[in-house]
């Protein structure tokens, strides 16, 4: 049995989750045929365990995303199970294609077992849910909660040409002004919650970011009281994260905030109330205020 | 202009969640609220109808407790409410048949909702239902304007943001934007008590939904993490520091 993975791109380079989709196709024991769309990624993906072939789907739709014209291009050369990331733009493929194909869609899967059996955080990780997939369905799988495929293989590639009509046009492209991470995307996020005083300290926060490669997070009530940007707010109405390492400074750890964090690998909690519902989830707990562990932290990994 | 919203009830987010028999006990959620992104669309919809004096039809699939949010909808504006019952719909694909078919009914020209419901937090309705209609969907909006028959909204891309435009039957899903929500008012609350609510099945849309290859075998609580190790004082950050690259190897 072979999966279909729509393979998630970062420029013509494949995105590390392409690695995770493969890895989990293989560990259920099937191959992958991978998609790859505008051909970006084909030559590193065919060599990739677990790869079975290669199809680079080229089009001048590839050129903007419009989910419509990507999933009606790539639905072309989609069979049986299809596996995509459940990025913002590969639930949105996700979606459209199982509407199309009428088969159901599994969005944001962090296990799959044989059988075909899935577990999904629902209610923002208040609650797993497990779903048995009997025939065809699109299933979308959270970044980093599956092993990646090793480098290896030489899997054949083969090109289909295939556009789609697009409906939407670009009429100006705003470059982000920061380059700091986005709280999806990294490896290592420190958040700030209301206990940090103001605003302005958190660039204590971004200190302690730039040192080790991190993305700056903020709870709800920082966002909405002191108008940090919505991008940052991790949580239930912000962003589900799932980093190596999560630490979170001056945040009580309300329920919606647990809900959007909890399953980082792993939890470090500096409060100074010793009772902050936060330390039930933390790996490490600090009972400090910032003021004085943000220093002794930023010492610690300097010295590193 | 037709203008159609689609909205869920949800269990409020501060509500917990308790599993009996290996499901979700809907009868000890507290409180069920409008989906919270759902709300940005509601708002929005509601500064459309305000600038084009169109017709807002608030739209949701779902079980009859669902209904009061439907009143809540119509307490801020909303005209026309649709309820669709939920009975016999088996996965997420079936809800978007039905919403799809509800908007092809009410001859919305435009359709907004939440960019994920709050519960299942799958993000599959906006595009599903574009999809179903043939429709353009641009995701992750929290503004849309209008020239004419085109609409105008900015979407986060992979560098920062850009300025889109579509026109036809155009969907939008909604993420939480920096628009002050409406709360309603006591006459709207009231008008709302009065507003009848069309209920339809899917043998009304002429929908015959049939099975789906997924079936929900259980939903459990999350796995328990050990408990954590504990320190009192600044004076043991190093130790976590080192705890973090020995013990956990993660810097």
Redesign the interface.
């Known amino acids: 049995m072979s999966f279909t993975i729509i393979a998630e791109t970062n420029g013509d380079a494949l995105h590390p989750t392409t690695y995770q989709l493969i890895g989990a196709a293989s560990s259920v024991g099937s191959n992958s045929i991978v998609l790859c769309p505008n051909g970006n990624g084909a030559s590193e993906a065919a060599n990739i365990n677990g790869v079975e072939k290669v199809i680079s789907v080229v089009g001048d739709c590839f050129d903007i995303f419009d989910g419509g014209a990507w999933s009606n291009a790539l639905n072309s050369v989609c069979e049986g199970k299809i596996l995509i990331s459940a990025s913002p733009n590969g639930r949105e493929i996700a979606a459209r294609i199982a509407a199309k194909r009428g088969i159901p869609v599994v969005q944001d899967i962090v296990s799959i077992t044989e059988g075909i059996k899935v577990e999904r955080p629902i209610y923002s990780g208040k609650a797993v849910e497990t779903v048995t997939i009997s025939g065809d369905a699109v299933i979308t799988l959270r970044p980093n909660a599956f092993e990646a495929a090793e480098k290896g293989g030489d899997a054949t590639i083969s090109t289909v040409n295939q556009s789609a009509d697009i409906k939407i046009s670009i009429q100006e492209a705003i470059n982000k002004a920061s380059e700091r991470l986005d709280v999806t995307e990294a490896d290592i996020i420190i958040s700030g919650g209301r206990g940090m005083g103001a605003i302005e300290n958190f660039s204590q926060l971004e200190d302690i970011a730039d040192i080790v490669g991190a993305a700056v997070g903020a709870s709800r009530a920082v966002v909405d009281e002191w108008g940090m940007p919505h991008r940052m707010q991790v949580g239930q109405t912000g962003k589900t994260v799932t980093p190596s390492l999560y630490i979170a400074v001056g945040i009580s750890g309300a329920i919606q905030h647990l809900a959007g964090m909890r399953s980082s690998k792993y939890i470090v909690a500096i409060n100074k109330d010793p009772d902050a519902p936060i330390f039930g989830v933390a790996d490490y707990g600090i009972v400090a205020t910032w003021e004085e562990a943000i220093p002794a932290l930023k010492s610690a990994l300097s010295e590193l | 202009m037709n203008i159609a919203v689609l909205l869920k009830q949800v ?1 409020d ?2 509500a ?2 308790t ?1 009996s028999g290996g499901k ?1 006990d809907e009868n000890s959620v507290s409180k069920w609220s409008m989906s ?2 759902d709300e940005y669309a509601l708002e929005s919809g509601l500064q459309m109808k305000e600038a084009t004096g169109g017709n807002l039809i608030a739209i949701t699939c779902g079980p009859e407790r669902s209904k009061k949010m439907l009143t809540d909808a119509a307490a801020v504006g909303a005209d026309t409410l649709i309820h669709i019952s939920d009975d016999g719909v088996k ?3 079936h809800v ?2 039905l919403l799809a078919a509800a908007i092809k009914k009410y001859e919305a020209q435009i359709i907004l909702c939440g960019k994920q419901a ?15 209609l043939d ?6 909006v929290s503004e849309v304007s209008h020239i004419g028959d085109t609409f ?1 909204t900015m979407r ?2 992979a ?8 026109s ?1 039957i155009s969907v939008f899903a909604f ?4 628009t002050e929500l409406r709360r309603p008012n006591v006459r709207g609350i009231m008008m709302a008590k009065k507003k009848v609510i069309e209920s339809i099945s899917a043998g009304d849309l002429g929908i015959s939904l049939g099975d ?12 328990e ?1 050990p408990a ?11 130790t ?6 020995n013990e ?1 190897n ?2």
């Open positions: 269990p987010t501060t917990k969640i599993i979700v919270p992104y996965d997420s694909t978007q048949r709050a519960d299942t937090n799958g993000g599959s309705t906006g595009p599903g239902v574009a999809e179903i429709a353009a969907c641009v995701t992750l105008v986060p891309s560098t920062g943001t850009e300025k889109v435009s579509l036809g993420d939480k934007g920096n789906s290859s997924i079936i929900i075998d259980s939903q459990n609580p999350p796995p993490k954590g190790q504990k320190f009192e004082g600044a004076e043991h950050v190093p976590v520091v080192s705890k973090l690259r956990a993660v810097i």
